[in-house]
C-alpha cells in the first residue's frame, strides 16, 4: 500500500493554475523526486501535501486516510514533515532549542507545564542524537542565525526528522549551497533515507543529486505531470528530454 | 533565558523586594508605594508573558485588571467579608471573560489582534462606567475593605498593618512569578517561544498555534486579574479607571521600559514607572508627558530595555 497517494489534485491562484491535474503515489522507504522548471508548480504541490493550504480540487491520502481538510499539525502528527524551499528555522535560538521543540512535540509534550528530570533527560539525549546525526554537535550553543547556509538546512532537516516522520517532504535542500555542502547534504539524505527507512519526497534541481538518490522522479511542466518514472526511464524519456532535460545541458 | 547567573539573579530579586518597604522612604517613598509596584510588575509581568515571551502584543490587559478588581470588590462589598475567596471569584471573573475573549480574537495578528484587545476592553470600561447602581459608576466602588485572613489559628490583620500587607502581596507576587517562570520554562512554554520566533515553523513542527496562543492569552489574563485584585485590595477602593485603554497601555510602557525579552524587566519597568509616577506627579499635573518622553528616549536608546541595557554592559 502506498503511504502517500494524491489524487488529481488541483489548485488555482486565481486564473493562474499553479497545479493541474496532478496524481502520485509513494511506498513506504521510497525516495521521489519532484523536478521540474521555476514555476513549474513543485513546491506548490508540497503545499497542498503539507496542508499549507487545500486543493482547489482533487484529494491527499496519507496512510490510508484522507487527510485533505486536516490542519498541517494534525498531518504532522500522522507521521509527515516538512522542510522549505527557504529555510525556516527559528534564528535566535540555538540549535540545541531549535531541535529541542520538535522533540518535545513528538514525544507529545507540547501541553506540559513542567517535566520530571527524567523526562527532561530523555529529551537531552535525543536532541544530542540529532545534532551527531546532522553534524551538528559542536554547534548546539550557537544561535542558528549565525549559522552557515548549509548547516542552517542540516538543522532544518534534523527538525524535521525530530518529528519521527515516516514521509519527509524536502523542497530544494541544496538550494544556494556549494559543491562541499551540496555533497554533505546529500549524503545526510541518503543516510537518513538508508538507515531509517523513511519514505521522502525531495524537490531539487541539481540533476547528479536526483539520479543519485531518487527510486522514482517525477517532472512537473507548467502544474502538469510530464513524466514519472525510474531514473532510467525518466532519462530515456524524450519529451523530458526536450522540455527539460535538453534546455539545462 | 535561563543562563548561569539565573538563580543568583532571582536570589537577588527577592532579597530586594523583601527588605524594599525599609528602604523605599530614602527613595521618596513609603510602604504602601513599595506595594503598588508589586502591584503593577506583577500585572507588566503577566502582560509580558503574552507579549515578549510569546510575541503577542495585548492593548486591552486592563480589562482583566479591572475585572479581577471589580470582582474582589463586589465579593466584599455585596457577598461575603473574606479577602481570599474574593481574589479567587476576581481571578475567576478575569479569566473566564479571558476565555471568551480570547477565542474570539485568537485568529487576528499584530496590530489587529491589539486594536480589538482595545475594542473589549472598553466594553468592560463602559459597562462598569454607567452601570451605576452595581459598579458604583464614574465614582467607583467604595465603602468596602480588605479583611483580616483567618488562618484557623490565627488571624492576620490587613487593613491597618501596611507592613503585613505588603508581604501578603509579596507572597501571592513570588507564587505567580514562579508559576509564570515555570510555565515558560517548560515544554509548553518552549512552543510559545516557538510562534514568536516563527509561526508559520512552529505550525509545521506540529504545534496546533490558535490554541497555544489562547492558553497563553488566558494564562496571562489570569495573572493580570490577579494583579487586579490586589490593586483593588491596596487601594479598599476600585474605579472604571483601571479598566481604561490608557491603563493596559501604562502595562505595556512597564515592560518593554524594562526588557520585554528578560523575565524580570517588567519588574524593573513597573518599578520605575510607579516610583517617577508618584514623584512627578506630586509637583506637576503633566506627569505622563514626561514618562512619554521618558519612555520615547528608552525605546530610542535602549530598545532592549533597561534590563535589556544593564545586561548587555555586564556581558561586555
Ligand atoms: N500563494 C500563491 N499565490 C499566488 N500565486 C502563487 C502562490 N504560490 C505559488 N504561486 C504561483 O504558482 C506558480 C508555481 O509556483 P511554485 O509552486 O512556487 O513553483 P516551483 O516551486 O516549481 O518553482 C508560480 O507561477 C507562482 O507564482
Ligand atoms: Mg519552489
Redesign the interface.
Known amino acids: 500500500m502506498s503511504l502517500l497517494r494524491v489524487e488529481n489534485a488541483t489548485r488555482a491562484f486565481g486564473s493562474l493554475v499553479a497545479v493541474n491535474d496532478v496524481s502520485l503515489s509513494v511506498a513506504p522507504g521510497k525516495l521521489q523526486a519532484v523536478i521540474g522548471p521555476n514555476g513549474a508548480g513543485k513546491t506548490t504541490f508540497f503545499n497542498l501535501i503539507?496542508g499549507f493550504f487545500p486543493p482547489t480540487s482533487g484529494k491527499i491520502y496519507f496512510d490510508g486516510k484522507d487527510v485533505t481538510g486536516l490542519?498541517?499539525?494534525q498531518r504532522?502528527?500522522m507521521g509527515m514533515?516538512?522542510t522549505?524551499q527557504i529555510t525556516?528555522?527559528?534564528?535566535?535560538?540555538t540549535v540545541r532549542?531549535n531541535l529541542?521543540?520538535?522533540v518535545?512535540?513528538?514525544a507529545g509534550?507540547?501541553?506540559?507545564?513542567?517535566?520530571s528530570r527524567r523526562m527532561r533527560d530523555e529529551i537531552d539525549a535525543r536532541v544530542v542524537e540529532l545534532m551527531l546525526q546532522g553534524n551538528l554537535e559542536d554547534k548546539a550553543n550557537r544561535l542558528v542565525g549565525e549559522l552557515s547556509h548549509g548547516d542552517q538546512r542540516a538543522t532544518e532537516i534534523m527538525?524535521a526528522l525530530a518529528?519521527k516522520p515516516r514521509l519527509l517532504l524536502l523542497d530544494e535542500p541544496t538550494a544556494g549551497m556549494g559543491d562541499q555542502e551540496t555533497y554533505d547534504i546529500t549524503r545526510l539524505i541518503r543516510k537518513l533515507h538508508r538507515e531509517q527507512s523513511l519514505a521522502i519526497v525531495l524537490i531539487e534541481h541539481d540533476m547528479r543529486v536526483i539520479f543519485h538518490l531518487a527510486d522514482r522522479i517525477m517532472v512537473l511542466t507548467e502544474g502538469r505531470v510530464l513524466a514519472d518514472g525510474t531514473p532510467d526511464e525518466i532519462a530515456a524519456d524524450e519529451r523530458v528530454q526536450a522540455a527539460y532535460l535538453g534546455e539545462s545541458h | 533565558m535561563k543562563g548561569p547567573g539565573q538563580r543568583s539573579t532571582n536570589a537577588l530579586v527577592v532579597l530586594i523586594l523583601a527588605t524594599m518597604p525599609f528602604w523605599m522612604q530614602y527613595v521618596g517613598g513609603y510602604t504602601e508605594l513599595a506595594t503598588q509596584v508589586l502591584v503593577m510588575a506583577l500585572a507588566a509581568m503577566s502582560l509580558n508573558f503574552l507579549l515578549g515571551f510569546t510575541g503577542t502584543l495585548s492593548f486591552g490587559h486592563a480589562a482583566y485588571f479591572g475585572l479581577g478588581g471589580y470582582g474582589v470588590a463586589m465579593i466584599i462589598k455585596y457577598i461575603a467579608p473574606s479577602t481570599p475567596l474574593g481574589i479567587l471569584v476576581g481571578v475567576a471573573v478575569g479569566t473566564i471573560a479571558a476565555m471568551v475573549i480570547g477565542a474570539l480574537i485568537i485568529k487576528l495578528r499584530g496590530v489587529y489582534f491589539a486594536m480589538v484587545t482595545i475594542a473589549f476592553g472598553q466594553v468592560f470600561f463602559f459597562i462598569a462606567f454607567r452601570w451605576n447602581s452595581v459598579t458604583g459608576g464614574d465614582d467607583g466602588l467604595t465603602n468596602w475593605k480588605r479583611q483580616a485572613l483567618d488562618l484557623g489559628f490565627t488571624r492576620v490583620e490587613l487593613l491597618d498593618h501596611a507592613l503585613t500587607f505588603y508581604y501578603f502581596v509579596l507572597l501571592i507576587f513570588l507564587l505567580a512569578a514562579a508559576c509564570m517562570a515555570l510555565i515558560l520554562r517548560s515544554p509548553f512554554g518552549r512552543t510559545l517561544l516557538a510562534i514568536r520566533e516563527n509561526e508559520r515553523k512552529a505550525r509545521f513542527l506540529g504545534i496546533p498555534v490558535e490554541h497555544h496562543l489562547w492558553l497563553s492569552f488566558v494564562i496571562s489574563c489570569a495573572f493580570c486579574s490577579l494583579a487586579g485584585t490586589l490593586y483593588a485590595l491596596l487601594n479598599n477602593f476600585i474605579d472604571p479607571r483601571a479598566l481604561y485603554w490608557g491603563q493596559s497601555g501604562n502595562f505595556v510602557i512597564m515592560a518593554v521600559l524594562g526588557g520585554m525579552r528578560s523575565f524580570w524587566g517588567p519588574l524593573v519597568g513597573a518599578a520605575i514607572f510607579v516610583v517617577l509616577q508618584d514623584f512627578i506627579s506630586s509637583r506637576t499635573e503633566n506627569w505622563m508627558s514626561f514618562v512619554g518622553l521618558f519612555f520615547v528616549l528608552i525605546v530610542l536608546f535602549f530598545p532592549r530595555g533597561v534590563l535589556g541595557m544593564i545586561r548587555r554592559r555586564s556581558s561586555q
Open positions: 503539507s490542519a498541517p499539525h504532522v502528527q514533515a516538512r522549505f525556516e528555522i527559528f534564528p535566535e535560538l532549542q529541542r521543540i520538535p518535545e512535540v513528538a509534550l507540547r501541553l506540559r507545564p513542567w517535566i527538525m518529528l
